[in-house]
């Protein structure tokens, strides 16, 4: 094997001019030298791509100071609140206290609140007692039909009452017998007798 890597005399062609252009263009480009660019440096304003056209350098460097000594002075009047409000009371969490704006410091807002011997807290945010819940008197009417069992014997006796209606059918027993008291409490107040069974 031979190290002559040329294209042979009978496998060349003729090049057209616009292919000898080409091949010159490619020629000079991969032996041009590659664009060294400095590195850019904040301080050096001849190097601000964004200054204006018509702004000199002393100008724009006056322009830039004023801008950083601008945004230092946002950030000093950055205050946290707990230091622009100044320090809480020791006792802030069990007695109510308020800003005031007049005096710069915190206020006690009302009175300390105070336990007294029985347990009793005064001036306090003390929870009221739960109200107590009464309970509802007996009744012994519905106790007393919830004693007729539930099926043809309930039916029997709402039917012997005349406040049974037929939908009541496709209902649950459950649901038959609220509806079977209802009817017979309202029948009731009207003045009528309920016929109980024997």
């Keep these: 094997m031979t190290d002559d890597l040329t294209i042979p005399q009978f496998l060349r062609r003729e090049l057209t001019p616009a292919e000898q252009k080409?091949?010159?263009?490619?020629?000079?480009?991969?032996?041009?030298?590659?664009?060294?660019?400095?590195?850019?440096?904040?301080?050096?304003?001849?190097?601000?791509?964004?200054?204006?056209?018509?702004?000199?350098?002393?100008?724009?460097?006056?322009?830039?100071?004023?801008e950083q000594a601008k945004k230092i002075q946002r950030l000093k009047a950055i205050v946290p609140k707990a230091k622009r409000y100044g320090a809480k009371p020791a006792d802030f969490k069990t007695r109510p206290y308020r800003w005031d704006p007049s005096a710069g410091k915190w206020v006690p807002d009302g009175e300390a609140p105070t336990k007294?011997?029985?347990?009793?807290?005064?001036?306090?945010?003390?929870?009221?007692?739960?109200?107590?819940?009464v309970k509802a008197p007996v009744d012994d009417f519905g106790a007393r039909v919830a004693t007729i069992p539930l099926g043809a014997e309930f039916k029997k006796f709402a039917q012997a009452n005349h406040v049974w209606?037929?939908?009541?059918?496709?209902?649950?027993?459950?649901?038959?017998?609220?509806?079977v008291v209802n009817r017979l409490r309202a029948a009731i107040k009207k003045g009528q007798q309920v016929k109980w069974p024997a």
């Design 116 to 133: 007294l011997a029985s347990g009793l807290i005064i001036n306090g945010n003390s929870k009221p007692a739960k109200p107590v819940r």
């Design 22 to 66: 080409r091949i010159e263009r490619i020629t000079v480009e991969g032996v041009r030298p590659t664009l060294v660019m400095s590195k850019y440096d904040p301080n050096d304003l001849s190097l601000d791509w964004y200054r204006p056209k018509g702004v000199s350098l002393e100008e724009w460097a006056t322009r830039k100071q004023a």
């Design 165 to 179: 209606n037929d939908k009541y059918d496709s209902l649950n027993p459950g649901l038959q017998r609220m509806n």
